[in-house]
């Protein structure tokens, strides 16, 4: 179900206006697609950033003196300390069209012990419907033992198309390899040769 989300289009540019938007709390965007000519909004940013938790968001916006466009979110520029929002791309999207995503991945289920999942690629890019998009692809790894393995052409994606290789490895079940030389704690030699001297030094006394 998309958003709505009510904007205003912004005809000033440049990083001292875009700072002056951040601070009335609203957002930079870009709206492109269908041939269209980019056009540039301002988006109320707690209403936006609640809708960009969800990955490949759907918004309904609501542009003064004009229909509402259906977008979706493709881009999300953020500060590299803070994570609030600087700037957002948003693709417009049509009823009963299909759009190309990338689509987290996500583990469910535990592999038998001691082997973990170990996931190997973060997304998998679909072709899938511009109102349905799923928020993420579940891969169940309940059960699995060393050596299993998933691949991108064994997942469950519905009605959408894989576009990533069926070849990729997706997830992987292993056990972690465990150097030796980690299971020796510090000081434990210095530990071990004190306890020696004592011993000496108690077998001594009771030579005495």
């Known amino acids: 179900m998309a958003e709505n989300i009510k904007v205003d289009i912004r005809s000033d540019f440049g990083k001292g206006f875009a700072r002056r938007m951040r601070a009335e709390s609203k957002i930079p965007a870009v709206l492109y697609g ?4 980019p056009v540039h909004l301002a988006l109320p940013y707690h209403a936006t950033a609640l809708a960009a938790r969800h990955s490949n968001a759907l918004l309904e916006l609501e542009i003064p003196n004009a229909e509402n466009e259906l977008a979706i979110i493709k881009d999300i520029q953020r500060h590299p300390l803070s994570r609030d929002i600087l700037h957002i791309d948003l693709l ?3 009823r009963g069209e299909k759009v190309e995503v990338d689509i987290p991945v996500t583990v469910e289920g535990e592999p038998q012990s001691p082997a973990v999942a170990v996931v190997d690629i973060q997304e998998i890019t679909l072709l899938a419907d511009a109102l349905s998009l799923p928020e993420h692809i579940v891969v169940d790894v309940e059960g699995k033992v060393e050596g299993d393995a998933i691949y991108a052409g064994d997942l469950d994606l519905g009605d959408a198309e894989l576009v990533t290789d069926p070849e990729f490895l997706v997830v992987s079940i292993q ?7 980690d299971l020796e704690t510090p000081g434990s030699e210095d530990d071990e040769e004190a306890a020696e001297d004592a011993a000496e030094e108690s077998s001594e006394g009771d030579d005495e």
């Open 175 to 181: 056990v972690p390899q465990v150097d030796e030389a």
């Open 92 to 94: 417009i999207v049509k």
């Open 34 to 37: 269908h041939g269209t000519e």
